[in-house]
């Protein structure tokens, strides 16, 4: 299916720098699956495109967005094999803004230089304010386009939602990848088909901390329907995976919003005996338990591990 990279699918695996760096030449990395923030090596032609870790992510254009650019400013140029573009492309997810830069750098030619695709600016605009807010940018959730976005990456909401992706293999996941990008290509050429936002919910706890527990029946859809009415911060079941460990998010509107995620992932770890590196983790504004073990809490552990470290925080209700 690719004639300019070679899609590598790490399933719920992190590289550090070195091990990335001790990959070929012409290697690009996505979005969290290399450790330790957005970096290029000139000399060695390595690049992570990366929007979750060691970053400010109000201030960060999403992963999909730091590739448009690239390809903008000539990533091609030097990323080349046998006189032609190409590159090694690492993914450990295949989520929308993975799939949407995967696309790109397999479609470079339609996005070099001056060329312009209204439909597609269309969707990198969108999938760029949701995926940098994790869902909280407000949107008029019955707009077309909305529903357009909905039913292109709808092979990955339905993964995510079964709990099957906290299994899935590098061929599932390659699989999903591919049937995302089908969907981008019948999009652009108006082929392409609109599905209602899922926006089914169930609140387990409305904490006087100003935040909620909720279950994401709908996935993402849900979230952005309750940051729609007032959710200001979450902890959020994403699915039970089949060993019945859970898989969870958590997240907040913004920088402004008093719910530091990233002192709850230590809190977390602390209870489940993990770290950052394999625990629970993410950026300043959204985040979630270890892709790779799961989480052993439930909304009661968290319910009562949140609220206690809020109040310790703070020492009152918000």
């Not at 990533?75 to 190409?86: A, E, H, I, M, T």
């Not at 312009?116 to 707009?143: H, M, Q, V, W, Y």
């Not at 950052?276 to 790779?292: H, I, K, P």
Request: proline fraction near 3%; aromatic fraction near 12%; charged fraction near 25%.
């Amino acid at each position: 299916m690719y004639e300019t990279i070679d899609l590598i699918v790490l399933p719920r695996q992190t590289l550090n720098q070195e091990d990335f760096l001790a990959k070929p030449q012409c290697s690009i990395a996505l979005d969290g699956v290399v450790r330790g923030g957005p970096f290029r090596d000139e000399e060695t032609r390595h690049v992570n495109f990366d929007h979750h870790d060691g970053v400010d992510r109000e201030i960060t254009m999403s992963t999909c967005k730091q590739v448009f650019m690239a390809i903008k400013g000539g990533l091609f140029k030097s990323y080349r094999q046998n006189g032609k573009p190409f590159a090694y492309v690492y993914v450990n997810d295949s989520d929308q803004d993975t799939s949407l830069s995967v696309f790109e750098l397999e479609n470079n030619k339609m996005l070099e230089g001056s060329q312009s695709n209204p439909l597609f600016n269309r969707l990198l605009e969108l999938t760029d304010k949701l995926d940098i807010t994790g869902g909280a940018f407000p949107l008029n959730l019955s707009d077309k386009l909305m529903r357009q976005h909905s039913w292109i990456f709808q092979p990955y909401s339905e993964l995510r939602k079964s709990g099957a992706l906290a299994t899935a293999n590098h061929q599932v996941i390659q699989d999903n990848i591919e049937s995302i990008m089908l969907r981008i290509k019948e999009y652009l050429m108006n082929r392409g088909g609109e599905a209602e936002l899922d926006i089914r919910h169930k609140i387990l706890y409305d904490s006087p901390y100003g935040y909620r527990i909720i279950h994401e029946i709908g996935g993402n859809d849900a979230r952005y329907y309750l940051f729609g009415n007032g959710m200001d911060a979450f902890v959020s079941l994403v699915a039970e995976r089949p060993d019945g460990k859970k898989v969870w998010s958590i997240g907040r509107r913004s920088g402004y919003i008093p719910f530091p995620v990233q002192e709850l992932y230590d809190e977390y770890n602390k209870a489940e005996g993990l770290t950052r590196e394999n625990g629970w983790n993410g950026s300043t504004l959204v985040g979630g338990s270890s892709r790779f073990f799961g989480s052993i809490l439930n909304d009661k552990d968290l319910r009562y591990l949140t609220d206690e470290f809020l109040e310790k925080k703070y020492g009152k209700k918000v």
